[in-house]
């Protein structure tokens, strides 16, 4: 009786082992799975990766090479990005590179073709309004030259005069200009001109006309380093200058200038150029 209880018990000891798992072979087949799965998903991930990047490698090397990105209509490609290595100091044109004191113009007149006829360069002294036109005042060369820049109607019929005769202990050198409603016209318009040069040393200009005192501006430029200019607009017809004073920046009279350049050589301005008065 006793044998037979201690076999029945010992069914329910560890001395007898347990079956086997019935279930344990499907178990191990689907973490087999699982794993082959994870597995080929991480290959198909990393060549995908490796393909977007061979393919993005020629855009980024069209975008980089050369340092200049492809240009769109109307548009210019920008330009390569660049170290400064300091302040820029311009080039100043023309026959001298002083920087006279105020007053002073450095803008150039541009207009071509007429430009082209002015050299080195031409530069602006004055400009206004008549009732026919607009006009400037331009001053070029050494020479002491000043030509002036009209519209259609050439009320003043663009003189062309170069101030280099002077004559010892000359203040002032000018020319004037009587405006009418056209360049060949008989009408007379209540406008003239008082176009000249004066020393270095002046800032100013007083006209005397008609019993009255106008004031222009004595404008230095890179056009000479001995001579200023000046030109004004009497709003009468028929102006007779009874004289052309040159001041400093205090009122003080200027003395004549010195050493400016004589001898002009002939080219084609030659034939056209109006002697001073």
């Known amino acids: 009786m006793t044998d037979d209880l201690s076999t029945k018990l010992a069914v329910l000891t560890d001395a007898r082992p347990e079956p086997a798992d019935p279930a344990a072979p499907i178990r191990l087949r689907i973490k087999r799975r699982q794993r082959r799965r994870r597995g080929t998903a991480a290959v198909l991930v990393t060549a995908a990766a490796t393909a977007a990047v061979l393919a993005a490698g020629p855009v980024l090397g069209t975008l980089r090479s050369g340092g200049v990105e492809p240009g769109v209509a109307g548009f210019a490609p920008p330009p390569p990005s660049t170290t400064p290595t300091g302040p820029a100091t311009p080039t100043p044109t023309g ?39 607009s006009w400037a005042v331009l001053a070029f060369s050494q020479y002491g030259c000043m030509v002036t820049d009209e519209g259609p109607a050439n009320s003043f019929g663009r003189p062309y005069v170069c101030f280099s005769d002077w004559r010892p202990g000359q203040r002032s050198n000018y020319h004037v200009v009587q405006a009418h409603a056209a360049e060949k016209s008989a009408t007379k318009l209540d406008a003239t ?8 040393e002046a800032r100013m200009v007083h006209v005397k006309a008609g019993g009255k005192t106008y004031v222009a501006d004595a404008v230095g430029t ?30 003080w009279l200027v003395d004549a200038p010195t050493n400016v350049p004589t001898g002009m050589p002939c080219d084609t301005a030659c034939t056209t150029a109006t002697p001073a008065k």
Do not use: C, Q
């Open 95 to 133: 026959d001298h590179s002083t920087i006279m004191p105020l007053p002073w113009s450095d803008e150039i007149f541009t207009k071509m073709p007429d430009a082209n006829a002015y050299k080195p360069n031409a530069y602006y002294i004055a400009k206004g309004e008549i009732s026919t036109e």
């Open 193 to 200: 001109l008082v176009m000249g040069a004066v020393s270095a």
């Open 222 to 251: 890179f056009a000479s380093d001995k001579l200023r200019f000046f030109a004004l607009v009497i709003p009468k017809k028929d102006v007779k200058i009874t004289s052309v004073t040159p001041r400093d920046g205090a009122g």
